[in-house]
């Protein structure tokens, strides 16, 4: 019968997972060892590098990619130590993969940390984390069962998705990894950009892996379905940009191009709205509008508002925006008072 006790990493004094993974890997007679991890660095992987040099040929890694997170340095301290990860991309910036195992196990019995900590330096010592330290006996038909269906599960699946979960043989693979942005460079703080024109790499050709999406049973007949009120979706889109320009984004090259950090709303990329009216008097009429009689055009119109920044899925915080509209021109502008 299985036997589980608790680990919480930074909330109990005697409870990190950097010991605790170390100490699993070390287990006597242990004759394979599987680990599944959403994220790992080279900081992550140096903590228990002693560890995993010794059950290197007895070890397999499964790691997540095209996260933000998970870097080339990670895999090549991995293969100096003799292991050669899998690597699980799901094309998918919505759905990573995240399954956090540290398991040892041979015919007799099984060792698994199972939680959140991932294979980075915050993981294993600094984050706040909390895992299961779980030991199975595989004469229960029950333990068996639990192991079987977590091992088989992840290992089978580079014969399942072949595109998407593939072993790293080589440095090279490596190495075109992070040319096509699915591995992070640690020297470097890489944001998402885009430009205009550029054409789609290769990567994001590869289609989204397909996964099991558990949808709301519908009622069984017979029963009536209770009465609720579906929350409505307040998201509308109410404008959208051409392609920014340099100017725009504050990176200008030419001379005697000034930087202004300043985006005019006018037509964009929309049709059929009078766009000397329409932000001013629709998407921004709530705002507490003002005049400054100092300026040297008082004739400007000025509010603030409070905008979250979100590029490609990521969220950079929320800022305060000051938006000006000049009534005696047909735009309109958003300066970033960041």
Do not use: C
């Not at 990894?177 to 430009?195: H, N, Q, Y």
């Not at 925006?321 to 005696?328: G, K, Q, R, S, W």
């Amino acid at each position: 019968m299985a036997e589980i006790k608790i680990l919480l990493q930074g909330l109990s004094e005697d409870d990190d997972h950097d010991t605790a993974v170390n100490e699993l890997l070390q287990l006597p007679n242990i004759d394979n060892y599987l680990l599944s991890l959403a994220f790992a660095r080279s900081g992550g992987v140096e903590r228990i590098s002693g560890s995993l040099l010794g059950v290197a040929g007895r070890i397999q890694i499964f790691v997540g990619i095209r996260n933000g997170i998970t870097s080339i340095q990670s895999l090549f301290s991995l293969f100096k130590l003799g292991i050669k990860a899998f690597v699980v991309d799901t094309a998918a910036n919505n759905k990573i993969f995240h399954p956090k195992i540290y398991a040892a196990y041979n015919n007799e019995l099984a060792h698994i940390i199972l939680g959140s900590a991932n294979l980075t330096f915050g993981g294993l010592n600094r984050n706040i984390e909390a895992s299961s330290y779980i030991k199975l006996n595989r004469q229960s038909l029950t333990d068996e069962a639990y192991l079987i269906k977590l091992v088989n599960v992840i290992t089978d699946m580079p014969a399942a998705y072949p595109e998407h979960v593939f072993q790293i043989t080589t440095l090279r693979q490596a190495v075109v990894l992070l040319k096509e942005g699915r591995l992070e460079d640690e020297r470097v703080t890489r944001l998402p950009s885009a430009s205009k024109g550029e054409p789609e790499k290769e990567r994001d050709k590869l289609p989204p892996i397909p996964t099991y999406i558990k949808t709301t049973p519908k009622p069984h007949k017979g029963v009536k379905k209770r009465t609720t009120r579906k929350a409505k979706n307040t998201a509308v889109l109410i404008w959208e940009s051409k392609a920014l320009t340099e100017r725009s984004l504050n990176i200008p090259r030419g001379a005697n191009t000034n930087i202004t950090g300043d985006a005019n709303l006018g037509l964009g990329a929309m049709a059929d709205i009078d766009f000397q009216h329409y932000f001013r008097d629709v998407v921004f009429s709530s705002l507490r509008w003002g005049i400054d009689p100092t300026s040297r055009s008082p004739h400007l119109e000025r509010a603030e508002m409070d905008v979250e920044l979100i590029i490609k899925n990521i969220s950079y915080g929320t800022f305060n925006l000051e938006v000006t509209h000049d009534p005696e021109q047909a735009h309109q502008a958003m300066h970033s008072t960041m």
